[in-house]
């Protein structure tokens, strides 16, 4: 079993700055990667950005390169996404979740999700 819990969320100004943090605790020697979604009110969840646990391979939706950096440290079971340059449109509720599968885009290929941290960017 794998409990995931994010915090680093908050409100913020345009332009400014956040990072968020994801503690996994649990089995890890399944875990193929740790990746972030969001979801903002009446629209679907999407990706956001995922780390593979073992090579640390970075994947980000186009959304957001460029501005946002996720990373991850072993030996605390931790990964972290690095929010600059922020907009109204990244306001969302931010998830964290665990994959044991390959294509780290699509949400059914994670098995364990977080309770989620919500991020608010004023204009």
């Known amino acids: 079993q794998v409990q995931l819990v994010e915090s680093g969320g908050g409100l913020v100004q345009a332009g400014g700055s956040l990072r968020l943090s994801c503690a996994a605790s649990?089995?890890?020697?399944?875990?193929?990667?740790i990746g972030w979604f969001r979801q903002a009110p009446g629209k679907e969840r999407e990706f956001v950005a995922a780390?593979?646990?073992?090579?640390?391979?970075?994947y980000y939706a186009d959304s957001v390169k460029g501005r946002f950096t996720i990373s991850k440290d072993n030996a605390k079971n931790t990964v972290s996404l690095q929010m600059n340059s922020l907009k109204p449109e990244d306001t969302a509720v931010y998830y964290c979740?665990?994959?044991?599968?390959?294509?780290?885009?699509?949400?059914?290929?994670?098995?364990?999700w977080g309770q989620g941290t919500q991020v608010t960017v004023s204009s």
């Open positions: 979740a665990d994959s044991g599968r390959g294509n780290v885009f699509y949400s059914a290929n994670y098995n364990y």
């Open positions: 649990g089995r890890t020697f399944s875990r193929y990667a």
């Open positions: 780390i593979t646990w073992s090579a640390g391979i970075t």
